[in-house]
């Protein structure tokens, strides 16, 4: 089968590649975005095809989609806080871009009988809780008026603390970045679309994703990759809030899997399904096991200052995906040992301080 991968070049997308050539015809679209690639990355597979070039360009996507039979959508501008002041190039890229592929795919002729996209857990904005009185409840951000006083824990209406539990795909998505909601437009249109024409589609929502070839010069995306680029630098990673909010962390290598078993799995036709290791870890133990795993005798440091528009707790439901057949397989502690010796082959540009001056400059970080 010949298989389009937009966004090949990047992180998501080169290890999906990697496993699809084993079997497949491989081209990829992407354009070397240079807030991720400072060269060319080393790790282009030399089995696929690769076209420098854009997604919302009508005439190279209609080019490069002759003759696929499937589509995997990885390209996108990636950054939560960087999306709060690009509002116009995050909705072109994301969303416009998404909305071209669909053009092609409902006005011109084409063999594509498969479409999986890229999804984000950041459309659910919080996650799901559970209240003592009040039993499940999906709660809207905290107040700047909460966090100002450092109460970083979510309170139910009732008045009573609220329990962070895993999140299930029917969780209704309050979308608390630009990013997040261009995510959101790109599987509802993906899904949508795909209904009403027929092209079987699936929308997985990728936790956060850890692992080698993520970039390690950008700053605006990736915790693990962020505090790991200061760590190399012997800068200290800094956390927002108590360092106690929590985050599910999958490894690449699962949601290559996660695609793969989407394109052979009919039963994930027109669906969203939560990519995600389905367990909680702090935000803070990542700076700490990784400094550890370093070796390096650098604390993180707990800022009790926050960003706007950030949750507190979000970790994916799997029993969606799992129950189909598809599961996690790479433990954190051994995804964390194989970032370490892979960053070791890599050089760090740590940007971390201009992103957040950036930040405080447009008033998103108190
Ligand atoms: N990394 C995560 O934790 C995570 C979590 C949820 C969802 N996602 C989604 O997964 C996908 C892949 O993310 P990633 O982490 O590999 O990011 P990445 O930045 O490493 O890869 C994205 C790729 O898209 C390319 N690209 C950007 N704009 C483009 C354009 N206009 N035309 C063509 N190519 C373009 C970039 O050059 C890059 O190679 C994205 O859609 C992202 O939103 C990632």
Redo the contacts with the bound molecule.
Sequence with gaps: MKILV??G?????SHIIDKLVEKHEVIV?????LQ??KAKPNYLNEKATYIE????DRHVLSNVLEGCEAVFH?????GVGQSMYQIHKYMD?NTL?TSQLLNILVNEEHDVKKLVV?????SYGEGAYKCGNCGIVFPFLRTEEQMKQKKWELICKCGKPLHSIPTKENKYQFANSVYALS?KNQEELCLMVGRTYGIPTTALR????YGPR??LS?PY??IAAIFLSRLKNNNIPVVYEDGLQTRDFINVSDIADANIFSLNNPNTDYRVFNVGSGLPISIKSIGETLAAMLGKKIHPQVTETFRKGDVRHCYADITALTSLGWKPTISFETGMRELITWSGTQVADDKFEQATQELKEKGLVE
């Design positions: 937009t966004g070049a990047g992180f998501i997308g679209l992407d354009n070397f975005d991720v690639h070039g854009d997604v919302r990885e390209a996108a501008v990636v890229v871009g890229a999804a984000s857990m950041s995510k990728y936790f956060n994703v993520q970039s950008n995306t990736g």
